[in-house]
């Protein structure tokens, strides 16, 4: 009797608690998305239905005429398609250099051992700390020596001088929590390193790989401190830095404002549904194993 009792009690503490667990989450994610729900009415809906708050609904007349105008850069000589054209100039290269070049090095430390090893582990872990403002002016002063200003290559470069550290560190991590026993069958059967890695390792590390691609594909797409420092031209404008230009100190257009962040935030979250069974499974196994 008195079990039964504690596993009904058991039971409805359960019951109580996964309540209170799913009020949370709906909690947190109406909260999330509000923000979101605001641009997206903002951008389907004419600029004076919306100057006074998006949630004013006294007359309702959707249109997508704000797409259309800054797709085709009718209100501010800045069209949204080209600049999307020139972030994937600038972020598909930047997104898969340096995981060519990280992997490589995640996986000599994680397997080879040689005299200085920790100590040019723990120097790319802490370059990680540094934040973008501090080193701005001698990246600014480099850049303008090698002439790499205006350039899409000097922008590629320095998202990987950035991206390297961090994705050295996660996929040194990763590496270290596969099995080394598959590795030395291959020596024994004759393959080189190189080959272990490129038919080996790397297809087992595809969870990993797709988290880096996905992380470093949105970083890029997304910055604009970089693309503001480097890049004055304004035919090689990037995405964000086209969706400001919409947007005029005494004429401002939420709606239109709205429209160029719906599109630019497309690319991104496609490329997170894409990867999304992989994205989980890298993360966690990734940040497990220091």
Do not use: C
Not at 28 to 33: G, K, M
Not at 162 to 179: A, D, E, K, V
Not at 266 to 275: D, E, G, N, Q, V
Request: glycine share 4%; proline share 6%.
């Amino acid at each position: 009797m008195i079990e039964k009792q504690y596993t009904i009690i058991k039971k409805l503490k359960a019951k109580r608690f996964t309540i209170v667990v799913h009020l949370v989450s709906w909690i947190v994610t109406f909260i999330w998305i509000t923000p979101f729900l605001g641009v997206f009415m903002s951008s389907i809906r004419p600029f004076k239905e919306v100057q006074y708050g998006w949630w004013n609904f006294q007359s309702f007349n959707p249109t997508l005429e704000s797409f259309f105008d800054v797709w085709a850069g009718r209100t501010s000589r800045a069209p949204l398609s080209v600049s999307i054209v020139n972030s994937l100039i600038v972020t598909i290269p930047a997104t898969f250099i340096p995981i060519i070049v990280a992997s490589l090095a995640a996986y000599s430390f994680a397997r080879f051992s040689f005299r200085t090893k920790d100590l040019l582990f723990l120097a790319i872990v802490l370059l990680q700390t540094i934040p973008q403002q501090m080193v701005i002016l001698p990246i600014f002063n480099l850049m303008n020596n090698l002439h790499l200003l205006n350039t899409y290559i000097g922008l590629i470069l320095l998202h990987t001088a950035f991206g390297l550290p961090w994705q050295i560190l996660f996929l040194r991590n990763f590496f270290s929590t596969l099995p080394v026993e598959i590795e030395e069958a291959a020596r024994v059967d004759g393959a080189s390193y190189f080959k272990i890695f490129y038919r080996i390792i790397l297809p087992m590390s595809l969870p990993a790989l797709a988290s880096i691609i996905s992380l470093q594909f949105v970083w890029v797409w997304n910055d604009f401190f970089f693309a503001l420092t480097m890049v004055q031209n304004p035919n090689m404008r990037l995405v964000t830095q086209t969706i400001p230009a919409n947007f005029t100190r005494y004429e401002p257009n939420w709606s239109l404002l709205s429209a160029a962040s719906i599109i630019a935030m497309i690319l991104p979250i496609a490329i997170y549904i894409a990867l999304q069974r992989y994205y989980v499974r890298g993360l966690t196994a990734g940040a497990v194993k220091g």
